[in-house]
Each structure stands twice: as structure tokens, then as C-alpha cells.
């Protein structure tokens, strides 16, 4: 059982290692901040500890590496932490020279745990190599804006493609290991004319890098208006679900060939969402669960 079972827990983030045996689960209780912490599972999610010892938080996100060894999380008030021996000591991690305290949103690793990259909301991306002590060691990334209202951001398994994307909108696309970065042109039929109205919230990447699931939600303004996927890297993108409404997540398989997304409500005032899965790499049609909506 999750130590955390109150009517006012208000869990944020999950990420696993590929066995699933290493969990990270994070709270985002804005309104009890100081009941808010990071509970970590080595188990397959039997028995959880609660990290006390990390510190109170609006724990945002995380990642795990594939053998569960390096766990990587991030609150909202700027703070990131790492774990090289699969959870028992976690570290502060030194930000870059400049960075200060961002509000991250989002942090991604490699599946061996020596790539790590973050966005931060109205502030900048961040990449690294980590040592196998932990230590990171920043890179400048070029091609970037100096800010934007970065929302997520996901890496294949070797950590060469990174793909980051923001509120505003924006999305940019790395294939170096972030070294590199250049703007994501997603469009629907007509390549020359680019989607601009997608306040874009989740991006999810395959194993290889070459399947791409982007979804967008009112946080930026207005509603996403559907489940957005390329299976070529970014070259060229369809949008096989057009349900608009607030999407809240995404998951996918490690070769791209089943994807899920999660939405807050269903485009009335009901509130009620849905989880949606495609079997077949993003063509439809899409099984849903939940109430509302459609598909």
C-alpha cells in the first residue's frame, strides 16, 4: 500500500524502471505543501517509503533509468535530486552556472541513466551527461529560446532524440543528445502550413526516436484539439483522434506501436475524461475508458 491514502493526497508524477520493479511516485499538494513528498517503490509498487528526508514539494516529475538504478525527480520550486544506487541516497544535483531555482516541469534520462535533460516553466532547457558517481556535467544547448513556457520533454532510449515542448506554443527537436536543437514543424496535410494553436502539454518519444505523440490542454489558453503522432521522427504528423479537450498525459510502448493518452474532460462541463488507447501505433480507431468524451 502507498503510505499516502488521504482524501486530500494529490499525486502529480509516476515514473518505473522497465521491470516496473523501481517506482516513483510524486505529490503536488499545493494546498497541504508541507504533507507533500516523493514516495519511492522497489518492489513493483507492494510497499512504498515516503522521503521525508527530501524535503517537502510540488514533486513534478521524474524519471527512472531502465534497470531501476538511477532515479532522477524535480519539484516546481526548482529543486532536483538523484539517486545512482536505485533509491537509498539521493543527492542534490548542481544546477548549470546561471540556473537558479527554475520551475521545472518536466525531467527525462536515458535508458542507461547517463543522459539527463529538464524544461522549466518560463525558463530554459537544461542537458547533461551523468557520471556514474552521479555527477552531471551541463552542455550548453544551442538552438533554443533563452525562455519559453516549457510543459515536457522526453528522450529515446540512448538519449540521442530529445523533443521539449512549450505552451506558447513551441516545440523543438534534438537528434545530437540536446546538443543541438532546431524548432519541430507539426503539421497536418499541408507540410507548408504549420498547426500554431496547439498550447502543447505532454510529448512522449519511442525507444528509437522515431514515433512522436503531442497533445495540448487549456493551461496555455485553449483546449488541445487532438492526439498528434509522427512515426518518422518528426518529418510528418497526423492527427488520428480530434476530440478537443484537455489532455492530460501520455504513455507509450518502447517500439511506438501502442499509445495511450489521458484528458481531464470531455469538452463539457461535466469534467469527465477519459483514457485512450491505440494498439496500432496512433491510427485509429481508439479504445477508451472512463466516461465522457469520445472515441
Known amino acids: 500500500n502507498c503510505p499516502a491514502t488521504g482524501s486530500q493526497d494529490v499525486w502529480h508524477s509516476l515514473s518505473a524502471s522497465d521491470d516496473g520493479q523501481v517506482m516513483v511516485a510524486g505529490q503536488a499538494e499545493a494546498a497541504n505543501f508541507a504533507n507533500s513528498m516523493l514516495s519511492i517503490s522497489t518492489d513493483g509498487g507492494q510497499t512504498w517509503t515516503e522521503r ?22 524535480a519539484t516546481l520550486d526548482g529543486r532536483m535530486v538523484m539517486s545512482s544506487d536505485g533509491g537509498t541516497n539521493f543527492a542534490p544535483v548542481t544546477l548549470p552556472t546561471g540556473v537558479t531555482a527554475p520551475s521545472f516541469e518536466s525531467v527525462t534520462l536515458s535508458n542507461d541513466g547517463s543522459r539527463i535533460a529538464a524544461v522549466a516553466m518560463n525558463g530554459p532547457v537544461i542537458v547533461g551527461n551523468v557520471a556514474q558517481d552521479g555527477a552531471v556535467t551541463w552542455i550548453t544547448p544551442t ?5 519559453a513556457g516549457w510543459r515536457a520533454i522526453d528522450s529515446s532510449n540512448n538519449g540521442q532524440v530529445m523533443v521539449a515542448v512549450a505552451e506558447d506554443p513551441a ?4 537528434t545530437d543528445a540536446g546538443a543541438t536543437w532546431a524548432p519541430l514543424i507539426v503539421a497536418i496535410g499541408d507540410p507548408a502550413v504549420p498547426v500554431v494553436d496547439q ?7 519511442s525507444g528509437d526516436g522515431n514515433t512522436i505523440a503531442m497533445v495540448g490542454n487549456a493551461f496555455g489558453g485553449s483546449s488541445g484539439n487532438g492526439i498528434y503522432v509522427s512515426k518518422d521522427g518528426g518529418g510528418t504528423f497526423t492527427r488520428p483522434f480530434e476530440l478537443v479537450t484537455d489532455y492530460s498525459g501520455i504513455a507509450m510502448s518502447a517500439d511506438g506501436g ?3 493518452v489521458t484528458h481531464s474532460s470531455n469538452g463539457s462541463t461535466t469534467g469527465e475524461g477519459q483514457v485512450l488507447m491505440s494498439p496500432n501505433g496512433g491510427g485509429a480507431p481508439l479504445r477508451g475508458a472512463g466516461g465522457g468524451g469520445g472515441g
Open 52 to 73: 521525508a528526508d527530501l524535503g517537502a514539494g510540488v514533486w513534478i516529475s521524474s524519471a527512472v533509468s531502465a534497470d531501476g538504478s538511477r532515479i532522477v525527480a
Open 143 to 147: 538552438g533554443l529560446p533563452a525562455t
Open 171 to 174: 516545440a523543438f527537436i534534438s
Open 199 to 205: 498550447n502543447w502539454y505532454r510529448v512522449k518519444v
Open 258 to 260: 501502442v499509445i495511450a
